[in-house]
DNA sequence: CGTTATTTGTGCGTATGTATT
DNA sequence: AAATACATACGCACAAATAAC
């Protein structure tokens, strides 16, 4: 899940973690059986024992290993269950250059109730805009963003959101953050289980009907007015949400 | 996730690490302001420039930071982005305010060799009690919580844990938390979508089968050993998880 | 029980490359 | 073109944890 850009070359230590990423997800390394040490894969790879220590934190960090000193490097997955996840929303989230979004369906006023609702609108009436979020060529998420009027319409003018299939990565929020007034000062986050729709599915790659992780995001400005309703929709087979909370702050 | 090990003194990458985060959230460099530059901080620190790298991988890892080639270290604006997750581990152990706890499964001795190797045990063998937690008589929630051993044993004198049906507001881990040694530093949450087994829809009164949102918790101690690890599911048509999030304006 | 070998962790020095200003 | 700043890579030394003898 680290980055790189994709046009550079992919350097030594880059390498060795893509490869040890691959055969650990391969089940190469199975119920937590021991890695090579540094000094074997070094050797190995024909690099210096610093660089595969590089890498093997990028594996670390990836949650795919477990260091231990004195004893060695242990895969954590386990090859008897499905469950992928190499990556987790946040992680994908976060670095929005490394992942791409794809506009399906285009800026429009549309009706609809509950996000009118949600946001707090008089009317039925929103603008809504779907894509898909991808990273490597695979698309890992399926959003909807429900917009007032006054915000669709202030964001009509964005070539992004008014032309078939064009890609950015970008943020629909930080589009909206960059022309508003009020900034954006708080997001209420709801987490569900929901069911992939047809078309959902058909941009997921999973059966209709599956199981998927579903978060809603509000986002307020600083006057608590509504500006965004986003849907989005995880497969979790693949990704799951990971967080991590920390105490004491010093 | 940050590895390492474990009794010993701070090491000065870590301290690095821990005194720029503090002042990241206290807000010192809001507005994605640059941060000094490797080799201002390496003098200032007295170290090399290669153990504040080390430090700022961390960070990066952590999403605390962007660093661009040329320019220098900037502390991740919430705006270019989105807003990140500001949860704490005071919120999760502040659960039980309004929610009630009954033990179904007594404190024990088991084996289970998925939990144990979460926790990092050599062994197979962790304690564990199962719960269900109710909002007006209402149960919303099943839990099973797996302890090393050793905390284990230092929880069987808990008369919660050890007599059948007993009723409570607390939570495990701030049980826990009081009779450690090193207090409680850090959770790691992940959130996917389970499965309802047998016993759990009995308890949730759903079918089995039915989708429920899974959320694993890992807790760690101020020496990065876990300590507890709780895994829970919710009838996601009763209970949807919800955070804020609030951004930092200064 | 201590000793030794193995393995990971920390810290520093150096050199070179690449991107930005 | 030059200076600045981060990225990669290698080398070395020593510390700390573990396991085996």
Same mark, same amino acid.
């Given at each position: 899940?680290?980055?790189?850009?994709?046009?550079?070359?992919?350097?030594? @230590?880059?390498?060795? /973690?893509?490869?040890? %990423?691959g055969? &650990?997800?391969?089940?190469? @390394? /199975?119920?937590?059986?021991?890695? $090579?040490?540094?000094?074997?894969?070094?050797?190995?790879?024909?690099?210096?024992?610093?660089?595969?220590r %590089?890498?093997?934190?990028?594996?670390? /960090?990836?949650?795919?290993?477990?260091?231990? $000193?004195?004893?060695?490097?242990?895969?954590?997955?386990?090859?008897?269950? @499905?469950?992928?996840q190499?990556?987790?929303? #946040?992680?994908?989230?976060?670095?929005?250059?490394d992942?791409?979004?794809?506009?399906?369906?285009?800026l429009?006023?549309?009706?609809?109730?509950?996000?009118?609702?949600?946001?707090?609108l008089?009317?039925?009436?929103?603008?809504?805009?779907?894509?898909?979020?991808?990273?490597?060529?695979?698309?890992?998420?399926?959003?909807?963003?429900?917009?007032?009027?006054?915000?669709?319409?202030?964001?009509?003018? #964005?070539?992004?959101?008014?032309?078939?299939?064009?890609?950015?990565?970008?943020?629909?929020?930080?589009?909206i953050?960059?022309?508003?007034?009020?900034p954006?000062a708080?997001?209420?986050?709801?987490?569900?289980?929901?069911?992939?729709?047809?078309?959902? /599915?058909?941009?997921?790659?999973?059966?209709?009907?599956?199981?998927?992780?579903?978060?809603?995001?509000?986002?307020?400005?600083? %006057?608590?007015?509504?500006? #965004?309703?986003?849907?989005? @929709?995880?497969?979790?087979?693949?990704?799951?949400?990971? &967080?991590?909370?920390?105490?004491?702050?010093?």
């Amino acid at each position: 899940m680290r980055f790189v850009a994709s046009g550079t070359r992919e350097s030594s @230590y880059q390498k060795v /973690a893509r490869e040890l %990423r691959g055969q &650990i997800l391969q089940g190469l @390394y /199975a119920n937590g059986r021991q890695l $090579p040490t540094e000094f074997a894969l070094a050797t190995s790879y024909g690099v210096s024992r610093q660089t595969v220590r %590089r890498a093997f934190q990028d594996l670390l /960090a990836d949650g795919l290993v477990t260091r231990i $000193p004195g004893r060695g490097t242990f895969a954590k997955m386990k090859s008897d269950t @499905y469950i992928r996840q190499f990556g987790s929303v #946040e992680d994908l989230m976060a670095l929005s250059t490394d992942t791409q979004l794809t506009v399906t369906s285009l800026l429009n006023r549309k009706i609809d109730i509950i996000a009118a609702g949600r946001l707090g609108l008089d009317s039925d009436v929103v603008y809504q805009v779907s894509f898909i979020r991808s990273h490597d060529q695979t698309p890992f998420c399926v959003s909807t963003v429900s917009l007032p009027p006054e915000v669709g319409q202030m964001l009509s003018s #964005e070539k992004l959101l008014t032309t078939t299939g064009s890609q950015s990565n970008a943020t629909i929020i930080g589009l909206i953050d960059k022309q508003l007034k009020d900034p954006i000062a708080e997001a209420q986050q709801s987490i569900t289980v929901g069911r992939a729709s047809e078309s959902v /599915a058909g941009h997921l790659g999973c059966e209709v009907g599956t199981s998927l992780l579903r978060i809603d995001r509000l986002y307020l400005d600083t %006057r608590n007015k509504p500006v #965004e309703l986003a849907t989005s @929709y995880f497969d979790s087979e693949l990704y799951s949400y990971r &967080i991590r909370l920390r105490r004491d702050i010093s």
